[in-house]
Every structure is written in C-alpha cells, then in structure tokens.
C-alpha cells in the first residue's frame, strides 16, 4: 500500500559520521555481499570483468573536496543509502503497491513480486538511493538489512545492518531515531547530526554527522634547528667542508 | 533525464490519440458507419499504440496490470485507470457511431473529459516531481494538455481552434523554458544542500564512487543532451507550431492539412526528447554532474 503511514513506532535507521569515515568502502562490498545472497532478487553486476563493469549497489561512498575560504581543502568520504525517510516520495509514487513504509519500525521496502520496474520511484528518490537492477527489472534499495537486525539465527552482534557491522572506523552506528533516548538519537543532538536535502521535504530518518573543525597544529619541530642550513655563518667547519667541495671541479657553488 | 524513446513516443502519440478522442467526443466531428471506423481507428492507433509503447520501459511489463491499484497517491496509477476508462467509453460511444449512426451525446463528453484526464495525469506524472525543477511547474500540465488537444483538433480538421491552440501552446512552452533553464537554481538545492557540506566551504566531486557508470547515471544525467539544445529549440518550434500555423493559414487543402500534421508530430517529437533530455535530476549533483 503506497499510502504513508501517519507515524511509525519506531523509526530504525543509520547515522553515519562524516569526521570518522575513511573512505574504505567496506560498507559497500558488505553490503553487497549479504544482499545479493538473502532478501530478495541478487544485486547483478554487468560486463563485471569487462571494459565497462556496471553492477547494482545498494550503498555507494562518494568523495568530495570542500575548500574553505581559508587553509587547505578538506577530503571527506560520503557513504551514501536509502534514508528511510518519514515522508517517503518514492513510496507514494509507486502505481503498484510495492513499495511501502512499515508501520512497525520505518523502514522502506520494495515488494519485488509486485515491482513492475516502471523505475518511477528512483526518479522521485532525491538521493539515488534506488536501482533498478539491470537482470531482475525490478528496483533494489536499503533494506536495512531487515533480514539481519531481527534474525535470531544470528548472535546478538550480528543483528545489525552489514555495513554497520563491517565498519572499521566505526563511523556507522544503528538505532531508532524516534526514540530521544537512544544512543543514535543522542548521538546526533551531541555532534549536531544534520539532515540532506532538507528542503526536498523527505524527512529522512538517517543523519548525518557533520565533520569536527580541523584544529591548528602549533609550530614546532623538534628536529628543526639541526636541519637549519648551516654554512650561513661563514664559521666553523661546515663552512670549511662548502668551501672545499665547491672548489672541487665540477663541484656546487 | 534520460531520454528513452519508449516514453518519447508513448506521451507523442497517446497525447494526439486522446486529443482526437476529445474532439470526437465533444462531438466537432460526427462521422458514422465507415468513415467513423477510419476516425476511431486513427484515434485508437495513437493512443493504444503510445500506451503500449510506455510497456516497454518497464523491467516486468508482464505485471502491468498491478499499476491500476494505487489509484489513491499515484499519478501513474490514475493514469492508466483514466486511459482504460476512457478508451472503454469512448469505444461505446464509437459503436454507436459506427454500428448505429447514433450520437449517444453524453458518453461523448464523459469520454472527452477522461481524455482531458488522461493527459494531465501523464503530465502530473513529470510535474509531481521535487527531484525534478524544471518539470514542478503548472506550465508541464498546461503544455501536455494544449499540444494533444491541438494536435487532436489539427488531425480532426478544426483549423480554427487548432490555429489558436497551437499559438497558446507555442506561448506556454517558450515561458517553460525561460522559466525551467532557471528552475534547478531557484530550487534551492545544490551541492551544499546534497551533502551538507557547504558550511565548511565550496564543495567539489572529488571522487566518483565507482570508477564505471551505473544505474543512476545513466538515468538521470544526460550532459550530452544539451550540447545543441538550443538549436533544437529553434527546430522544434518551427516544426511544431510555426510550420502547422503557415499551412492552416494558406488556403485549404488536404496536402496542407496533411503536411500541417506531420510537421506537427516531428515538432511534438523534439520537444518531447528535449523535455527529457534538458531536465536536470538533483541526484545528478552528488556525481558534481547534472
């Protein structure tokens, strides 16, 4: 049913921290790795050996420079995911029914038996979060790994989202966001977690956590004075030892 | 946008075919027996025809008939249910012209208002959608609505209202491109919005996530599209409307008319294939691209 629900009882998702990501993409090859073998259709690769390798993610890092109007650019990593937003539109826009928001916990799925991958919703998604996946016709997105984070054949540590779990910087971190008390949702109020796109009007249920300001490293150099040129004083035996090189044939002046 | 034919050609040709159905409709033209056939033959070509072609884009067409249900918050559901409905009416409404030379006057004008709604809901497809500036205009439904009922009025002989809507329909669509090459910037979302990075400073794409293509690239950004965009411009609207005007104004002919059509059709065939190609996606700015 491609009707919103009012509210959710919980609104499970990700915040993913932009000071703390290292761009190491491992949340996406996990990503990939379990969904292509569980919930649904596989996540097909095309040409994946060839000259122009395309395949289906449902999880992509991208890398931008930001230069500040003052110092040096900055490099941040962006790993980039359905947001499971509150105010879905790739949901309403679905003629089938496939698409849907769960009333029990946010998260934004894709029905694929009734998907007819008229791809409608991944032009209404602001984010790029859907592909339509080029073997299957029928449209893959974030699960939030629905069939991990409730699945008791698990243990307890795996029962959340493969990109969560697999992080090695532990920039991803899993939770309800509708519940203020939450790690996640303290998470955010403490580093000022922001939304994307705000003004598309989607409120998303991921955040994002804003990169900390670069601090200024003090001067010094321990090893500094020893490396300071010393043959400037015209003194001592440094000067003698220019002198006699540069008087060699063939020798710097 | 990706420019894919399938949909270039499903909203060309249904938009025409449901055109014809209203003028038909409305009653402007009354043929029966034979000549009614050939009349709701063209309409039904054009308009099956257009939809038909629209399957084609879909990963699973074998599904298609699940797109009648979410009539309640889709646009493209409403629009499938308004163009079976109509079709449904309108082919009463032809049986009774061609079977029994009757004009069951009522059927007519409740299939030329589905008609009328199956176009704009086609056109509230495009112009529902945020992620899209360019088409969240009212000049999108405005434009669709005024082409197919021109087009419909040139292919069933009405030169006057054809004349008049073609002209309204030029007007609309130069102010949709005045106002749409400035949409994307008055949308307020760019780079700095994308990523939430532009209190640091300027945002650049720096590195792609994958080093090939993908889905949504290929999808949604479509640079090279606008490289002759203007020159297209010029084209389209002198095949369009200036051509289709100089012949309905010379004196009448069926070589005119005709030529008044074709021109028409190759016009409506550029302006669709710009209307994609030239809009710009915001998922475009997370590549630095649009």
Not at chain 2, 261 to 287: C, D, K, N, P, T
Request: with cysteine; charged share 15%; net charge neutral.
């Amino acid at each position: 049913m491609t009707q919103l629900p009012a509210s959710t009882a919980k609104k499970l998702g990700l915040v993913i921290d932009l000071d703390t990501c290292v761009g190491c993409h491992a949340c996406v090859i996990s990503c990939k790795g379990w969904n292509t073998e569980n919930y649904g259709a596989p996540l097909s690769d095309q040409d994946a050996y060839g000259a122009n390798p395309s395949g289906t993610f449902l999880n992509r890092v991208h890398s931008y420079e930001v230069q500040p109007e003052a110092g040096t650019a900055q490099l941040i990593h962006f790993p980039k995911s359905c947001l499971h937003c509150d105010d879905a539109p790739c949901v309403t826009v679905c003629p089938t029914g496939a698409s849907y928001k769960r009333v029990e916990d946010g998260i934004v799925l894709v029905n694929e038996s009734d998907c007819i991958g008229c791809g409608l919703c991944a032009w209404a998604c602001p984010y790029g979060a859907r592909e339509l996946d080029a073997k299957e016709g029928v449209m893959k997105k974030c699960t939030l790994c629905v069939d991990r984070i409730y699945n008791e054949n698990l243990p307890e540590e795996d029962r959340v989202p493969a990109c969560v779990r697999t992080c090695p910087a532990g920039a991803r971190h899993f939770g309800d966001l509708g519940d203020a008390e939450s790690e996640v949702s303290q998470l955010v109020a403490a580093r000022g977690g922001f939304d994307l796109m705000p003004e598309q009007g989607t409120k998303p249920v991921n955040k994002y956590l804003p990169p900390r300001p670069k601090d200024v490293a003090p001067e010094f150099d321990v090893l500094a004075p020893f490396l300071d040129p010393v043959a400037t004083d015209g003194k001592g035996f440094a000067h003698w030892l220019d002198k006699a090189l540069s008087a060699l044939p063939g020798g710097a002046k | 946008m990706h420019p894919a034919k399938s949909v270039i050609i499903f909203t060309t040709f249904s938009g025409l075919g449901f055109g014809l159905l209203f003028w038909l409709g409305i009653g402007a033209i009354t043929p029966t027996g034979w000549m009614a056939f050939v009349w709701f033959t063209i309409a039904y070509l054009a308009a099956v025809g257009g939809l038909l072609a629209s399957t084609f884009h879909l990963g699973r067409p074998e599904r298609a008939i699940k797109a009648f249900s979410q009539w309640q918050t889709s646009w493209l559901s409403r629009e499938g249910i308004c163009a079976v409905a109509t079709l449904l009416v309108m082919a009463v409404y032809g049986a009774g012209l061609v079977f029994f030379d009757r004009v069951l006057a009522p059927l007519g004008w409740i299939g030329a208002l589905g008609a009328l709604a199956t176009v704009f809901t086609t056109s509230m497809i495009y112009a529902q959608l945020k992620t899209v500036p360019r088409w969240r205009h009212w000049s999108t439904p405005a434009l669709f609505l005024t082409l197919s009922v021109g087009g419909g009025a040139l292919l069933a002989g009405q030169v006057t209202e054809a004349l008049v809507l073609l002209a309204l329909a030029a007007g609309l669509q130069v102010y949709g491109w005045i106002t749409g090459d400035t949409a994307l910037a008055r949308s307020g979302t760019d780079m700095a919005t994308a990523t939430g990075l532009g209190h640091i400073g300027t945002v650049r794409a720096f590195e792609p996530p994958h080093t090939g293509t993908n889905y949504l690239m290929r999808e949604f950004i479509h640079v090279v599209g606008r490289k002759h965009a203007q020159a297209l411009r010029v084209i389209a609207a002198v095949l369009a409307f200036v051509l289709p005007v100089v012949f309905l104004l010379l004196p009448f002919s069926h070589i005119w008319g005709a030529l008044a059509l074709v021109s028409h059709i190759a016009g409506v065939l550029v302006l669709r294939w710009l209307f994609f190609a030239q809009a710009e996606h915001v998922v475009g700015l997370y590549y630095g691209k649009r």
